[in-house]
């Protein structure tokens, strides 16, 4: 089993979408870009929020596990995925690559 790493790339913002149906909230997210977290084997990496690992967890199973080539060939590099978290007004867009070294 690999380590992989979840980079986020891009944060985008849909304040229309905020402003017509989100009740106001005093904190939604803590991601930055460019933050990275390192994934050993499985396991949810501290300080990566539970929402988005939802998202992207089977991703990081299969990648850890040997796991490539998702969709025939959707990624340049067969050993990554592009996963977004799944909050529809401020999505996070995470780059997962899995690592040349062993989880723990």
Request: aromatic content about 10%; glycine content about 6%.
């Given at each position: 089993?690999?380590?992989?790493?979840?980079?986020a790339?891009?944060q985008?913002?849909?304040?229309?979408?905020?402003?017509?149906?989100?009740?106001?909230?005093?904190?939604?997210?803590?991601?930055?870009?460019?933050?990275?977290?390192?994934?050993?084997?499985?396991?949810?990496?501290?300080?990566?929020?539970?929402?988005?690992?939802?998202?992207?967890?089977?991703?990081?199973?299969?990648?850890?596990?040997?796991?490539?080539?998702?969709?025939?060939?959707?990624?340049?590099?067969?050993?990554?995925?592009?996963?977004?978290?799944?909050?529809?007004?401020?999505?996070?867009?995470?780059?997962?690559?899995?690592?040349?070294?062993?989880?723990?």
């Amino acid at each position: 089993m690999k380590k992989c790493r979840i980079t986020a790339v891009r944060q985008a913002r849909y304040d229309d979408l905020i402003a017509k149906y989100e009740n106001p909230l005093l904190h939604a997210c803590d991601i930055r870009e460019g933050q990275t977290f390192v994934a050993n084997g499985w396991r949810r990496p501290e300080g990566l929020c539970e929402s988005a690992w939802e998202s992207m967890s089977p991703f990081v199973l299969a990648l850890t596990h040997g796991g490539e080539d998702f969709y025939e060939g959707w990624m340049k590099n067969p050993k990554s995925a592009m996963i977004s978290c799944n909050d529809g007004f401020r999505p996070v867009s995470f780059l997962i690559e899995t690592l040349d070294e062993d989880a723990d």
